[in-house]
């Protein structure tokens, strides 16, 4: 048994830890930016290109390698912009060099397109 331990006096608030007081507290939203850019269906285009997959497709196909994504990302604009009737303004990618490949940097440029490139490993 132990002996001289003083136990502190209870106060008079309740006994709940601070932390689990704080996760139940309610907090208000973020504040909203009225000038916040609204993109609209296919402006902003956001690619991002996996390594090959091992496995097949169900079809028997390979999935497509990364030097293939250029010739997919045009075909891909270019449907866009004829069967939707609208712009594509960003194409938003990693940094990927099959996303930024010359030919490819002189496709947006004819297509007016501007090309943002985000921080790699970001998602």
Known sequence: MIKDVKIPP???????????????????????IPNKRHYDPFELLHIDT?????????VGANLGAKFDSEKCIKKYIVVVQMQFDCTVKYVRHNGARECASTSLKAFY???GIEQQVTVPYAH
Do not use: H, I, K
């Open 10 to 32: 209870r106060s008079s608030e309740s006994s709940v830890r601070r932390g689990c007081q704080e996760e139940e507290m309610v907090q208000r939203p973020f504040p909203s």
């Open 109 to 111: 440029n004819d297509q």
């Open 50 to 58: 996996c390594d090959p997959m091992e496995a097949d497709l169900l």
